[in-house]
C-alpha cells in the first residue's frame, strides 16, 4: 500500500512537471510567444516524438552502442586497475607514501583538461573516450580499495591471524571480501562516471555516439534533438544503475539492512 | 597428530619449570609507545602459570592490562621484558597451540555463520567437503544447528559468540585464551554461555585463560582466580584457588557456601585494586 502510495506520488510528480513544460512552452498567454520559447526549450510533446522517431528509424542504436562500449571499456579498466592499485599500495604502506602526493595531484586534475590529450594521443575514436572514463573510474575505486583494505577489522583480523591463516588465506577471506564491499558502494559513482568520460570525450571530438549526437544537435541550434539525447542518456543511466544495484544484492547479501530477509532472534 | 602433550620426563633439554605449564609468563613486562613518545608501561614483573588442563581466571580494575596479558600468550603483542613459554617452548610469533575468543565481534561477517566455522579449518589443510561436516557437527553443539546458513548480522550477540566459540574449539587447540567473551552479553546470556562453556570445556580439559571483570563469573567457571592490580604498571596482586567441585553448574554454585567464602576472600584483595582505579578516573576526568 506505502509503496503504491509513493510510486503515484513519484510519477505524479513527473507528470506535473511534463505538464507546466508543455503549457508554459505552447500556450502564449497574451505575449507574442509562450513563456518558454520552445527555440531554446523545446516541448515535451516533440522530445518525445524525436526519440520515438530516432528509435524508431534505428539510428540511435549504433550511437548507443558506441557510448556503451566505452563507458563498459573505461570501466571495466578503469575499476579493475583500481582495484589491484588500491590492493598493492594498501598493503605497502611505504609504496603509498611515497606516491602520495602523485596520487593527489593527479586526482585534484579537472578530468576534461586531459581529453584534447588524449585526443592526441588515442585519436579520434573510441579509446579516447575510454581513457577519459578511465582516469575518472580509476580514482573512484582506487581510493575506495585502498581505504576499504586499510580499514579492515583489526579484531576481524587479529582472529583470522590466530586460526592459523597465512598470507594467502587472509587475502582471499579477509581483505578481498572487505575491498569488494568498498568497490561495490563505489560502483554506482563508478560506472556514472564512466559514462559521462564517454559522452564528454565524444562531445569534444568524435564521428558517433550519444555525445555526439547531442553536440550534433546542438551545433545548429535543435533543441529538441538535445533534449532528445539527454533523455535517452537519463534512461541508459538508470537503467544500468538498476542493474547494478541487483548485482550488488546479490553480492552483498551479508550486509546489515541490505535485504528483507535479516532478523534478530 | 600426537594427541600426547609433551611430557616433562620425555624432554632432556628446556627448563623442567616450564615444560609442565601449557602457559608460563615470567618477568613479563608490556609497555606501549605513546604518541607523545613516551612509554606506557601496562603490566610488569608478570610471573604467572597456567598448568596444562587448569582453567585459570584473571580479574582486575578495568585497564589493568589484564587483555594485555592474553594478546602476550597468543603471541599478537611483544612484551617489553621476561619471556613467554608455551609447553616449554619460548614463544616466537604467534601462538599456534592457542585459540583466541575475542571480547568483540571477530566472526568474518561476509561469511556464514557454518562458512565460518568451516573455514578454522582450512590452515590445517582439511578439505572443504570434510570442513563443512565437521563444522555442522560444531554449530549442532554450539545448538546452531538451525541457524548455519545465517550471516552474523542476523544473528543475536549470544549466538554469533556461540559461532566465535565453534569456529575456536573445532581447531582443537590445546591452550584456550578468552578475552571478556561474554562481556557484552546479558546476564542471562552469559549463564547460559558459561555453562556451554564449562560442558565443551570438560570433554577434553584444555588449558584456558580467562580474563573477565566479573569476580562472580571468574569463581563460577575457573579452578584459580589471578587478581590483578590497577594499572599502569599492573602486577599480580593475589592467587587463589576455588576448591569447588565440577562439573559445575554456573547459576546454583553461586548459591554455595564454599562460592561465597571465597567471593568474600578475593573481593577483600579485588576491591583494594578497584578502588584504586576508580580514583585515579576521577583524579584524570
Known amino acids: 500500500m506505502k509503496r503504491l502510495n509513493l510510486l503515484a506520488w513519484q510519477i505524479g510528480v513527473g507528470l506535473a512537471f511534463l505538464a507546466a513544460w508543455h503549457v508554459f512552452s505552447t500556450v502564449k498567454f497574451g505575449g507574442a510567444k509562450p513563456p518558454l520559447d520552445p527555440f531554446f526549450f523545446s516541448t515535451p510533446l516533440d522530445v518525445i516524438a524525436r526519440t520515438w522517431k530516432s528509435f524508431a528509424s534505428g539510428e540511435i542504436w549504433r550511437h548507443l552502442w558506441i557510448t556503451l562500449v566505452e563507458t563498459a571499456l573505461a570501466f571495466g579498466i578503469g575499476a579493475s586497475t583500481g582495484v589491484a592499485f588500491g590492493f598493492g599500495f594498501a598493503l605497502r604502506p611505504k609504496l603509498a607514501a611515497i606516491f602520495d602526493p602523485y596520487i593527489k595531484m593527479a586526482n585534484a586534475l579537472p578530468r576534461v583538461v586531459l581529453a584534447p590529450i588524449f585526443m592526441l594521443w588515442f585519436g579520434l575514436g573510441i579509446w579516447s573516450k575510454v581513457a577519459l572514463g578511465f582516469t575518472l573510474v580509476f580514482f573512484i575505486v582506487f581510493f575506495n580499495v585502498y581505504q576499504g583494505v586499510r580499514e579492515v577489522s583489526p579484531v576481524v583480523l587479529a582472529n583470522a591471524r590466530m586460526l592459523g591463516m597465512n598470507d594467502r588465506q587472509l587475502m582471499r577471506h579477509v581483505y578481498w571480501p572487505a575491498a569488494l564491499t568498498w568497490m561495490f558502494s563505489s560502483l554506482h559513482t563508478a560506472v556514472g562516471f564512466a559514462l559521462v568520460g564517454a559522452v564528454v570525450g565524444e562531445y569534444l571530438g568524435a564521428s558517433a555516439g550519444l555525445g555526439y549526437k547531442i553536440h550534433e544537435a546542438e551545433s545548429v541550434f535543435d533543441t529538441t534533438g538535445v533534449f532528445s539525447g539527454m533523455v535517452i542518456l537519463a534512461a541508459v543511466v538508470i537503467i544500468i544503475d538498476v542493474a547494478m544495484t541487483m548485482v550488488e544484492r546479490r553480492l552483498l547479501v551479508w550486509r546489515p539492512n541490505h535485504d528483507s530477509g535479516a532478523h534478530q532472534t | ?265 578475593i573481593w577483600a584483595t579485588l576491591k583494594v585494586e578497584v578502588q584504586k582505579a576508580y580514583a585515579q578516573g576521577e583524579g584524570r576526568a
Not at chain 2, 154 to 177: D, T, Y
Not at chain 2, 182 to 202: C, S, V, Y
Open chain 2, 1 to 265: 597428530m600426537a594427541a600426547a602433550t609433551p611430557a616433562s620426563g620425555l624432554r632432556t633439554e628446556p627448563a623442567p619449570a616450564l615444560a609442565r605449564n601449557a602457559v608460563s609468563l615470567e618477568g613479563l613486562a608490556i609497555a606501549f609507545a605513546l604518541g607523545s613518545g613516551g612509554h606506557y608501561r601496562a603490566v610488569e614483573q608478570i610471573d604467572l602459570s597456567v598448568a596444562d588442563g587448569e582453567f585459570v581466571a584473571i580479574v582486575g580494575p578495568t585497564g589493568c592490562g589484564k587483555s594485555t596479558l592474553l594478546n602476550a600468550a597468543a603471541g599478537l603483542l611483544k612484551p617489553a621484558e621476561g619471556r613467554v613459554g608455551i609447553y616449554g617452548e619460548p614463544l616466537s610469533g604467534l601462538n599456534r597451540r592457542a585459540g583466541y575468543l575475542f571480547q568483540q565481534d571477530a566472526l568474518m561477517p561476509w561469511k556464514t555463520a557454518l562458512a565460518n566455522v568451516a573455514v578454522a579449518l582450512e590452515p590445517q589443510g582439511v578439505g572443504a567437503a570434510e570442513a563443512q561436516e565437521r563444522a555442522r557437527q560444531w554449530l549442532g553443539r554450539v545448538g546452531l544447528s538451525a541457524f548455519a546458513e545465517r550471516y552474523p548480522h542476523m544473528l543475536s550477540g549470544g549466538q554469533r559468540k556461540r559461532v566465535a566459540l565453534a569456529q575456536m574449539l573445532i581447531r582443537n587447540p590445546e591452550i584456550l585464551l578468552m578475552d571478556e567473551p561474554f562481556g557484552p552479553l546479558d546476564a542471562q546470556t552469559r549463564q547460559i554461555m558459561g555453562n556451554l562453556l564449562l560442558d565443551l570445556w570438560a570433554a577434553d580439559r584444555k588449558a584456558v585463560m580467562f580474563v573477565t571483570h566479573d569476580l562472580e563469573e571468574a569463581i563460577a567457571l575457573s579452578d584459580r582466580v589471578v587478581v590483578m592490580s590497577a594499572g599502569p604498571a599492573a602486577r599480580i596482586v593475589g592467587d587463589y584457588s576455588v576448591p569447588l567441585a565440577r562439573p559445575r553448574d554456573i547459576a546454583d554454585i553461586r548459591l554455595d557456601k564454599v562460592f561465597h567464602e571465597i567471593q568474600r576472600e
